[in-house]
């Protein structure tokens, strides 16, 4: 999860209510995506307007306990790669916000994946260094991980210079902290990660 205007008032339940409230009224339709399965009493809701998608508890004043929505990439993230000439010319970005209530965070945990696979079928996903948390460190370590599992995924990384293929998961660690460490601290650096599926 990034930081965001979003996310901090969604973070306090009171404020996240009276968004999710707002977001119904304007914006929110149930949907359905393939493979998904959501229990009652939950609802998957996607904005008319964008790709925006929520989990909201089912009841009266409902509550966001899972957020994802895509967005376009800066224009020097797609003059690099579409200079790569990938399989699949779409890229974008994934905000992730999820709620700390443990027992929310159990029973959504497996969201997060089943979001990334199910873009992945259409975008190239860019990660870029920015305000990110720990936690959305982890989100991405986990999707990077399984990505070196599937030989149809490849992961590169491009400098502002010249593009690269990633080759394995050592080689992805011995770059990945330093990205952290900058996006942590806030430095400038034009430096991506993309995930590329190859479309068969």
């Known amino acids: ?87 699949n010319d779409k890229i974008t970005q994934c905000l992730v916000w999820s709620s700390l209530v443990p027992h929310h965070r159990d029973a959504f945990q497996f969201l997060a994946t089943k979001f990334f696979d199910f873009f992945l079928e259409t975008y190239n996903i860019a990660i870029c260094i920015g305000n990110m948390t720990l936690c959305s460190a982890h989100f991405w370590e986990g999707r990077i991980l399984s990505s070196f599992s599937d030989k149809r995924i490849n992961v590169y990384k491009c400098d502002g210079n010249a593009i690269v293929n990633i080759p394995n998961w050592l080689e992805f660690q011995l770059i990945w902290s330093e990205f952290i460490y900058k996006s942590s601290e806030n430095i400038h650096d034009p430096s991506v990660i993309l995930i590329s599926k190859n479309k068969n």
């Not at 957020?67 to 990938?86: A, G």
Request: net charge negative; charged share 25%; glycine share 2%.
């Open 1 to 87: 999860m990034q930081h965001s205007q979003l996310t901090v008032p969604l973070n306090e339940e009171d404020q996240n209510r009276q968004n999710s409230q707002s977001f119904l009224s304007y914006a929110g339709r149930d949907c359905q995506i393939p493979g998904f399965f959501i229990p009652k009493p939950y609802r998957l809701v996607k904005s008319v307007y964008c790709n925006e998608y929520r989990i909201l508890s089912d009841d009266p004043e409902p509550q966001t306990l899972f957020y994802i929505r895509l967005f376009e990439p800066d224009d020097y993230v797609n003059t690099w790669f579409k200079k790569s000439r990938l399989p």
